[in-house]
């Protein structure tokens, strides 16, 4: 299975400045079909996730355009360009290139 | 606005059996996989499968093969997902969530499996 280990665990923030989180996956998580499935979803206390980024760098509908996703090879970075107190909870890879899909441990935004 | 409303929580000994279901709107049912993850307490995400509702073919993860059994019915456009012979490390919030993308997700449905 491919492993996602995202760095790094928590992270403060003052509101305002920028924030930026990685993800690394154990092997190339480019499909056959030439797209790579990285996607970032941030789960707030007592919800279900919801989705942010999809293929790397796709912001999906209503998402703010303070948040953008980059590659370099094996290793994926979500940047908050300026982060706001609505930002605050865990933030997840996933990989869903290869079966099983598998999600990294979390990386978790709080507020200074 | 497309929506998944997932089944009530439900309290189980081990041994037993649950059943969730999902009931997706606001898009056609058999336009998208229904895929299942699950979040133990206080951890990530874990996924256990999928289901094409036009073929009802599935694709279950290794490990719950054999344990797990995911359905739809297309009359009354819902979903199922069968997990027997629980263990108490089988309590965690139970998701169902739109295609491989995952860009709608259930409320969550709370399984606990307690003696």
């Known amino acids: 299975d491919v492993v996602m280990t995202q760095t790094p665990l928590s992270l403060s923030v003052t509101p305002g400045q920028p924030a930026s989180m990685s993800c690394k996956s154990s092997q190339s998580l480019l499909h056959g079909d030439g797209k790579t499935y990285l996607s970032w979803f941030l789960q707030k206390p007592g919800q279900p996730p919801h989705l942010l980024v999809y293929e790397v760098s796709t912001r999906f509908s209503g998402v703010p355009d303070r948040f953008s996703g980059s590659t370099s090879g094996t290793d994926f970075t979500l940047t908050i360009s300026r982060v706001e107190a609505a930002d605050v909870g865990i933030y997840y890879c996933m990989q869903g290139t290869h079966l099983p899909k598998t999600f990294g441990q979390g990386t978790k935004l709080e507020i200074k | 606005q497309v929506q998944l409303v997932q089944s009530g929580a439900e309290l189980k000994k081990p041994g037993a059996s649950v059943r969730v279901s999902c009931m997706p709107s606001g898009y056609m049912f058999t336009t998208y996989h229904m895929h299942w993850v699950r979040q133990a307490p206080g951890q990530g995400f874990e996924w256990m499968g999928f289901?094409?509702?036009?073929?009802?073919?599935?694709d279950y993860a290794r490990k719950f093969q054999g344990r797990v059994t995911m359905t739809r019915d297309t009359y009354t456009t819902t979903f199922y997902m069968d997990l027997v012979s629980l263990r108490s490390d089988d309590t965690a919030v139970y998701y169902c969530?739109?295609?491989?993308?995952?860009?709608?997700w259930g409320q969550g449905t709370t399984v606990t499996v307690s003696s």
């Open positions: 969530t739109r295609s491989g993308g995952m860009d709608f």
């Open positions: 289901i094409d509702p036009s073929s009802g073919t599935t």
